[in-house]
């Protein structure tokens, strides 16, 4: 097998982790039932770097860009994507308990070609590929 070639990645600052896609379907509120409120989550909230904000890992893949607030969403995306078959969003979204439904659902927003069994291998490579780079 031919060595994959590292994605382009980057990393930006946002003054929200809540923000990005992936961070409400993965960190899981303990003290309060207002994610947007909660200040304790399993996984656990990531933490800001100084006045910088807090980092978020931006990826290129299959003409998209994923963002991720923290490792626990990088790793969430990886261990999905390689389920098979793919769960449904539904599925997903039930197993969050909360009134948020399917369709706002991260992987519900992915195009079909990302989802196809092909499309979600070479995504899933190259997400390992950039999470082994830094360090994740």
């Known amino acids: 097998m031919p060595m994959q070639k590292t994605p382009k990645f980057w990393t930006e600052y946002t003054d ?7 961070a409400y379907w993965v960190h899981i509120p303990q003290d309060q ?11 656990a909230a990531p933490k800001p770097e100084g006045n910088k904000g807090f980092p978020v890992l ?29 769960p449904s969003t539904k599925r997903l979204s039930a197993l969050r308990g909360t009134a948020a439904g399917p369709n706002s659902h991260w992987l519900s927003r992915l195009p079909a070609s990302v989802k196809s069994p092909k ?10 590929l950039v999470a082994n780079r830094v360090g994740i």
Not at 16 to 22: F, G, I
């Open 33 to 43: 039932t207002n994610w947007q409120v909660a200040t304790t989550f399993i996984p």
């Open 16 to 22: 929200d982790w809540r923000s990005e896609p992936m």
């Open 119 to 128: 499309g979600r291998l070479a995504v899933v490579q190259k997400l390992s």
């Open 58 to 86: 931006c990826v290129e893949v299959a003409n998209m860009v994923f963002r991720f607030s923290s490792r626990a969403q990088i790793e969430e995306c990886i261990r999905i994507l390689s389920t098979k078959p793919l």
